[in-house]
């Protein structure tokens, strides 16, 4: 999965009157070509030795994203290519539920930093995103999953390995306890 | 004391000894080497209070236990789930996955399990037997050749992603540019860090690591209902002790392919800072170059999965040569070890061997012994072990994603670097749906700190002179490995595409197509 191209470019070779979908490939080389610049901008007056590695190594970036922005072009000239995401955000039909998941991911991080602590903010989070992913089916199983899931990683890492995982209301209530 | 087979055998028997440290040091290793972001560094760290207090040799033969098995460990979600435990396991799932995706996980992990046994194996015992030798390397790696070899692992990026050498270098120059972020070294001028404190000393690896590659492929993996192919999960349920027995077959009829690569590994572990990752990128590299059939890699080729695990667990007792022979750490797991030996009272360094040779060369026969133990205790784990493949991806994805962003904040404590490992999951969500490799830009993360750190002190010494990385001879041979290394594989392309081009048709004949 991960390590196989999934863009668009693999989809199409076995019908040429398909044109390839080259638009979510350029996604990467932008950002990297923004991060380059900027990151220009924070050592222009810093000293030499500040600058001479990453002068460099954006240099060599920049040339390859002027190379792959060429042979881009040249292949829309073309009619070969055109700038349509491919399969960025397919499949279709899954998109609501990841970019909810996105959101889950986020408030599980948020909950965390406003006082969640480790051990709720996970259970929370495994319960709503299985339910999601699940459908909404099977709830007892993933409430039950959930909680244990979240317990199991206070005591291992929590109670058995004493790791500083970030602390909150049940944390500190165990604490007592244990 | 005489250092004679005697020794050696009462070394061996006296180590055997300790079976009750090292065998549940073993199962520890495993499960921490199995959790991405949870390395076998920060495991030790945790158990620091334990390992101080110890004895010695007791506390030594734990840490190195722990060490071998967590980098055998860090294969198995690599092979199983694409997401390698630690970053020396990045190589792993190119073939690993593809053969879990086709329903030969058990197979691929009995692999997995032979190359990294007797890779650590034999390597071990190359280095009781030739450590002083191989600790003269560290001597000759100066600023110079470091730089180079820093831009051979740079230019494996390219060659690794070879389906688009483009991608494959905008993905690694990117990972360049990302490790360059931090304070630079000399005046500690704050470079690309979007004005956050956090990123002042660089970016941190496990945020990355368990971004591009845990979140990243927790988000992909929801497109299906499991990690296998449908129709390959039947195959998977009812897979027998037979797949396990081929697995190690395989294994054992490329008994050469495991020697060179291991060797490869212990080499690359001895040059401090090199590790794990790069070690197993060059063995995987080299494999495929010499392959007679370079095309087979990445699709679940055996070859490329032994490459890697023999040579990463090569590297386990390369790394521990210098900081033995030397006093200097090859890496991060033999900085902490060296910690507890000068916390113990003991130096290492040229005198260990003089002063207290059974401690000296003991750290390499608890070595040895551990990738025993684990060749007897793993083994029959590795069928239930591709189990976990059957596990459905709607409560897979959820644990990676908890568990392993948890598993960034640890090393530093931070809630910036759970936010960090989000936002490059993101990257390679991105990255991953676009055909970019996530390794490259992972790899580029990890050299960039190090290429700028070599590369301005080779300039420094020369007062600014780039020609100073041509002046060495060993950077010189250095250069011309790598150019070879990369013309290579087309010079091989070119050689086979000829060899492989039809006879040509008669004259006449090619007309008449050309007038069709």
């Known amino acids: 999965m991960g390590n196989e191209p999934e863009s668009g470019s693999t989809d199409n070779s076995a019908n040429d009157d398909v044109r390839v979908s080259l638009g979510g490939e350029l996604i990467l080389p932008i950002m990297a070509l923004v991060f380059t610049l900027y990151y220009f901008s924070t050592i222009v007056d810093s000293p030499w030795t500040a600058q001479v590695n990453a002068f460099m190594v954006g240099s060599l970036l920049i040339s390859v994203i002027v190379l792959f922005l060429l042979r881009m072009a040249i292949m829309v000239s073309r009619g070969e290519a055109d700038l349509g995401l491919g399969n960025l955000l397919q499949p279709a039909k899954l998109l609501p539920s990841r970019l909810i998941y996105i959101v889950l991911i986020v408030l599980y991080l948020l909950g965390i930093e406003w006082g969640g602590g480790f051990t709720i903010s996970t259970f929370l989070f495994l319960l709503c995103a299985m339910l999601l992913l699940n459908k909404g089916k099977d709830k007892a199983f993933v409430l039950g999953l959930s909680a244990g899931l979240a317990l199991l990683g206070y005591g291992v890492f929590i109670i058995a390995f004493e790791t500083r995982f970030p602390a909150g209301p049940f944390e500190k209530l165990m604490q007592g306890v244990f | 004391m005489e250092i004679d087979l005697l020794f050696f055998i009462n070394l061996f028997l006296d180590t055997l000894s300790y079976w009750w440290v090292i065998v549940p ?22 158990l620091l209070p334990f390992t101080l207090i110890m004895e010695v040799e007791v506390g030594l033969i734990f840490m190195i236990a722990l060490y071998s098995s967590s980098r055998m460990g860090a ?30 996980g058990q197979q691929a992990l009995a692999i997995s399990f032979v190359s990294s046994t007797l890779g650590g194996l034999l390597t071990t015992v190359l280095a009781i037997a030739a450590m002083p030798i191989l600790a003269k390397v560290g001597f000759y790696m100066h600023s110079v050749e470091m730089v180079v070899v820093m831009l051979f692992g740079i230019s494996l990026i390219a060659s690794i992603a070879a389906k688009d050498t483009l991608k494959g270098l905008i993905a690694g120059f990117f990972g360049l540019m990302i490790g360059s972020i931090g304070a630079d070294h000399v005046y500690a001028t704050p470079r690309g860090t ?100 370079p095309e087979l890699y990445g699709t679940g080729h055996p070859p490329g999965l032994i490459a890697p695990e023999s040579a990463n667990n090569g590297v386990t007792s390369g790394t521990l040569i210098p900081l033995l022979v030397l006093g200097i750490p090859g890496g991060a797991t033999a900085a902490i070890m060296m910690v507890v030996l000068q916390y113990q009272g003991v130096n290492t360094g040229p005198r260990l061997f003089l002063d207290n040779p059974t401690l000296g060369y003991g750290v390499f026969m608890a070595m040895f012994v551990t990738y025993l133990f684990m060749l007897l205790t793993i083994m029959p784990l590795s069928r239930y072990m591709s189990r976990v493949t059957l596990i459905s991806t709607v409560y897979m994805s959820p644990l990676i994603i908890s568990f392993t962003l948890i598993g960034s904040y640890v090393p530093r404590t931070y809630m910036f670097d759970m936010y960090l ?73 070119k050689f086979r595409s000829r060899k492989d081009t039809p006879p040509d048709k008669p004259e006449g004949q090619e007309n008449v197509f050309a007038k069709d």
Do not use: C
């Open chain 2, 75 to 104: 294969g198995i979600p690599a092979i199983l789930v694409n997401i390698p435990g630690t970053a020396g396991a990045a190589a792993t799932p190119l073939d690993g996955y593809p053969m879990t995706k086709s329903g030969r």
């Open chain 2, 25 to 46: 040091s073993i199962f520890l290793g495993l499960i921490v080497g199995a959790i991405p972001g949870f390395s076998a560094a920060n495991t030790i760290i945790i």
């Open chain 2, 421 to 493: 490992a989000f936002a490059f999951g993101i990257i390679g969500y991105i990255a991953r749906k676009t055909g970019y490799h996530v390794a490259a830009i992972l790899i580029g993360v990890i050299l960039g700190p190090l290429l700028e750190q070599y590369m301005l002190r080779a300039l420094k010494m020369s007062d600014g002179d780039v020609m100073v990385l041509f002046r060495s001879d060993l950077a010189n041979v250095l250069w011309i490995v790598l150019v070879v290394t990369l013309s290579f594989p087309y010079i091989m392309k």
């Open chain 2, 194 to 293: 979007f004005g956050f404190l956090e990123f002042y000393d660089g970016v941190p690896l496990i945020p990355a690591l368990v971004g591009l590659f845990a979140v990243s492929e927790a988000l992909l993996v929801i497109e299906g209902e499991s990690v296998l192919v449908k129709k390959k999960q039947i195959e998977e349920d009812h897979s027998s002790w037979n797949e396990t027995i081929i697995g190690m077959k395989i294994a054992f009829k490329h008994w050469w392919h495991i020697t060179w690569n291991s060797l490869i590994g212990l080499v690359v572990g001895v040059i401090p800072g090199a590790g794990a990752s790069i070690a197993s990128f060059v063995a995987y590299q080299q494999s495929r170059t010499y392959s007679k059939t």
